[in-house]
């Protein structure tokens, strides 16, 4: 418990941003051991901004968080620090992970993850790409991840509710709030058999500061990320350039070259997403579409296998692999030859890839 307040009130100091935050707590292993650090240690390791921050807070931050945690009671809401065992790995591996994650429904959520994002002002094509190869995903038992927006995320939420796979909802709002209120019995549902998850504060309100953040947060959670239709300027191309950056990989469909609102997806695919056009193609990128890789054989892995496995999200030289975790994990060999058994990575001439 101390450890949760302790990173709620990181979380409510001014001037820490979440990439800042993710850097101290690796630094000095938890939050309460950020706050305990004195000036001279923030200072040589963080720099005097930092520091200043760190030990100058205001007290008031400590009664903000106090008071978060009798919200949360109130409204039977689950609060996550960065530091804990079940935080997702996939989200807490980005470079600004949210310090404290706000959950309703069940908890660890299941780490096969596939973001499926779209506009809110779908055609029929995006529908059909939603109710073919997306409820395949769905019948695979993926957890699908969206954003709870009206449109072509309802429709994926919807479609893993109807296929009994889990689905994880990521708000733009606090979690207090149902955001669009039309959305208000899928929140509800989502709760019940799925994960609807925040970052924001009790009370925060939708904006246009919020939803890009949201973006992020979808993006970290998934092995990939899925944009079923979209024009050229939307969020849901915001959450692909993110999840590009963040190593993950971007899928969508060709679309018709005067369909207004999906220009977004041939601008992707010149820019290098993965062209799909059936659930099949799906299924050569991503390990726990196989048949021969279970969902569970996912959760099962060692940290450094999950790490390796983002890592790979590109074909990369046995000298680059070593190079980035030998420090870290001497080991590494060994962990290689330990997820070519499992069928989740190849090689070929001491280049390395995710299965394929």
């Known amino acids: 418990m101390e450890e949760l307040i302790a990173t709620l009130e990181l979380y409510f100091t001014k001037g820490l941003g979440p990439a800042t935050i993710k850097k101290l707590i690796e630094k000095y292993s938890s939050s309460k051991a950020v706050l305990e650090t004195d000036y001279d240690t ?3 390791d963080f720099g005097e901004s930092v520091a200043k921050i760190v030990t100058q807070r205001e007290a008031s931050c400590r009664i903000l968080a106090e008071k978060e945690l009798e919200k949360a009671g109130k409204f039977d809401v689950k609060l996550v620090p960065l530091s804990s065992q079940d935080y ?7 470079p600004d992970p949210p310090p404290v994650l706000y959950v309703k429904g069940i908890f660890p959520i299941p780490e096969n993850t596939l973001a499926v994002v779209g506009s809110r002002k779908h055609s029929s094509y995006g ?3 939603v109710n073919t190869i997306i409820r395949e995903a769905a019948k695979s038992k993926v957890n699908i991840v969206s954003g709870m ?3 072509i995320d309802t429709l994926a939420h919807k479609v893993a509710l109807e296929e009994g796979s889990f689905t994880t909802a990521v708000l733009g709002n606090g979690i207090d709030i149902i955001y669009p209120p039309e ?3 899928l929140f509800e549902k989502i709760v019940e058999s799925g994960c609807v998850i925040s970052e924001f504060p009790f009370g925060t309100k939708p904006s246009a500061y919020t939803f890009p953040q949201r973006n992020r947060v979808i993006a970290g959670l998934s092995y990939g990320v899925f944009v079923v239709e979209a024009p050229k300027k ?3 191309l915001i959450t692909a350039n993110i999840a590009n950056d963040y190593g993950r990989l971007v899928f969508t469909v060709p679309a018709n070259i005067n369909m207004h609102s999906a220009q977004g997806n041939n601008a992707l695919i010149k ?3 993965i062209a799909i056009t059936t659930f099949e193609d799906l299924q050569e990128y991503i390990p726990f ?3 021969s890789v279970s969902t569970n054989s996912l959760s099962d892995l060692e940290p450094i296998e999950k790490e390796i496995l983002v890592f790979l999200n590109t074909k990369r030289h046995y000298d680059e692999i070593v190079s980035q975790f030998y420090d870290k994990y001497p080991d590494i060999e060994n962990v290689l030859f330990t997820l070519e058994l499992k069928g989740l990575i190849q090689s070929n001439n001491l280049f390395y890839y995710r299965v394929a």
């Open 271 to 273: 820019d290098g997403a």
């Open 149 to 151: 927006a009206l449109g």
């Open 42 to 44: 923030l200072k040589n």
């Open 127 to 129: 529908s059909y790409v």
């Open 234 to 236: 939307s969020g849901s």
């Open 88 to 94: 997702p790995f996939l989200l807490k591996s980005i």
């Open 183 to 185: 959305n208000k019995k």
């Open 289 to 291: 579409l196989k048949s």
